[in-house]
């Protein structure tokens, strides 16, 4: 099928590449010409294991182009995805107005039926608005061309995004034009093989579906750190408890990682959009209200536990970091508590030395050149002159480091554990005071 695809981000890109490997013609339309020429030139912006290549292969093959132009997207797929971003507006809830803006080219350009696919993220009724600004535009062009508008809401992981997109858990399909139900059977007939994946719905509840996915998540992460600040203080320790409601296959494993707060392009911003909806339509969404409130004060809660350790006299101290990314197995920095942590200690006059595997372009992107921070090649770099150790994000080379450098490394015998990847006993037996989060510091004997 020849398909075109707006947005050559994190979501846009992945589809595109697994769109054209399973045999489709893709065209990818970004308005950030940097981007289409990098990935003109065989570069990939983004980190992402296994993109890489196959980008290269299907471009290579033919079978994936990029382009800044919308008409030649436009012309060139009888379906059109819209993978644009859809970041928080300034009181919360989603903008749309990326999702408008590839609307209305595709209603500039359009000269046959089109199906408009909704990819990005988007608030229930969103596809009214984007088949009413597509009306609009055709009728001011004094155009009468069919299109339907589509949603099939995106559940990729950053990090392992190829894998879901490839094999999906469920594809969700908000329409009920049997023409669309039609072509979206054939695109997705590839990753369906294995048994029937495809929920086909009303673009209402497939629009909703992506927020609840979501929002349940973010909700299982709050309520294991609420849980966690609470065994803190009684002297219970979460991991213990962790794995004794995880057994429950009621409740299981999955997703009840303590820690210090979730982060990404995803989560934050959903939650977020999905209260502002509720409010909108006049309803008071506590629980989500809550998920937030709570997601935002466990961001805070390595740089409390540095600043307690130093009687907050952070001035002129270094910290090292271990991690910048949201998660492991990215460079998306969106959100992510090291940001939280690292403004933080800025504010309170510290300077931090931060090591990270993909992360540190981003980094430096975002934060440019600072004298209070050093992004260093190496993590023991990062330890160099460093007053104490904060692990962030718990990429698999942190998971076993040696402590006893790290002691000897530090100025002051401490790592503060934001991930709790640590046996307690272990860094204790190197002389280090573990802290870490929803049990009290474990220290050396
Ligand atoms: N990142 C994720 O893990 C993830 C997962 C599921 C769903 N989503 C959703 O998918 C959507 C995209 O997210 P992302 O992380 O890929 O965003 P992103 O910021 O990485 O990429 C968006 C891209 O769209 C481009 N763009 C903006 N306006 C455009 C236009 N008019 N025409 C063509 N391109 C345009 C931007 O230049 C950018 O490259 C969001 O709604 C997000 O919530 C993201």
């Known amino acids: 099928m020849k398909v075109t695809v707006f947005g050559s981000g994190y979501v846009g890109?992945?589809?595109g590449a697994c769109l054209a490997e399973v045999g489709n013609k893709v065209m990818c339309v970004d308005v950030d010409p940097a981007k289409i020429d990098l990935l003109n030139g065989g570069g990939?912006?983004?980190y992402e294991p296994g993109l890489t290549e196959m980008v290269k292969r299907n471009r290579e093959a033919g079978r994936l182009k990029f382009t800044t132009d919308a008409k030649t997207g436009v012309d060139f797929g009888q379906i059109q995805f819209i993978a644009v971003g859809t970041p928080p507006d300034e009181d919360g809830s989603a903008d749309l107005q990326y999702v408008l803006a590839v609307a209305q080219s595709i209603a500039e350009h359009m000269n046959d039926f089109k199906i408009v696919v909704d990819k990005s993220t988007v608030p229930v009724g969103t596809g009214g608005k984007v088949a009413a600004r597509i009306r609009e535009t055709l009728a001011k062009r004094g155009a009468d061309?069919?299109?339907?508008?589509?949603?099939?809401?995106e559940f990729l992981k950053e990090g392992a995004a190829i894998g879901d997109f490839m094999k999906p858990d469920r594809i969700v399909i908000g329409t009920e034009n049997p023409?669309?139900?039609e072509a979206m059977h054939e695109l997705y007939g590839p990753f369906n093989r294995n048994h029937e994946r495809l929920l086909f719905m009303d673009i209402r509840s497939a629009e909703l579906t992506k927020y609840a996915a979501n929002s349940?998540?973010?909700t299982k992460i709050s309520f294991m750190n609420e849980?966690?600040?609470?065994?803190?203080v009684l002297g219970a320790d979460i991991e213990k408890v962790r794995i004794g409601i995880g057994s429950d296959p009621r409740i299981?494993?999955?997703f009840i990682y303590p820690g210090c707060g979730y982060g990404g392009s995803c989560f934050p911003k959903d939650v977020q959009a999905l209260e502002k909806t509720a409010l909108g339509v006049g309803y008071e969404p506590q629980l989500l209200?809550?998920?937030?409130a709570v997601n935002n004060r466990q961001k805070e809660l390595v740089f409390s536990k540095i600043s307690d350790y130093f009687d907050g006299q952070l001035e002129g101290k270094t910290i090292a970091l271990w991690g910048l990314a949201f998660k492991p197995n990215t460079d998306d920095m969106r959100a992510a508590s090291s940001r939280t942590l690292m403004e933080a200690l800025w504010e309170a006059g510290a300077r931090v030395q931060a090591f990270d595997p993909v992360a540190h372009e981003e980094a430096q992107r975002l934060y440019g050149q600072r004298d209070d921070l050093a992004i260093c090649a190496h993590a023991d770099e990062a330890l160099e002159g460093a007053d104490v150790l904060a692990v962030v994000t718990e990429w698999i080379e942190f998971r076993s480091p040696d402590f006893a450098e790290i002691r000897e490394k530090l100025k002051f015998p401490a790592i503060f554990d934001g991930r709790n990847i640590y046996d307690p006993k272990v860094v204790n037996n190197a002389g280090l005071v573990h802290y870490s989060i929803g049990r009290r510091p474990s220290q050396p004997a």
Do not use: C
Not at 227 to 232: Q, T, V
Not at 289 to 292: D, S
């Open 252 to 254: 299981g494993f999955q």
């Open 179 to 181: 023409r669309s139900i």
């Open 44 to 46: 990939v912006p983004i």
């Open 216 to 218: 349940m998540l973010a």
């Open 227 to 232: 849980l966690s600040n609470i065994a803190e």
């Open 145 to 153: 061309i069919e299109f339907d508008v589509v949603s099939n809401p």
């Open 13 to 15: 890109l992945v589809t």
């Open 289 to 292: 209200h809550a998920v937030e």
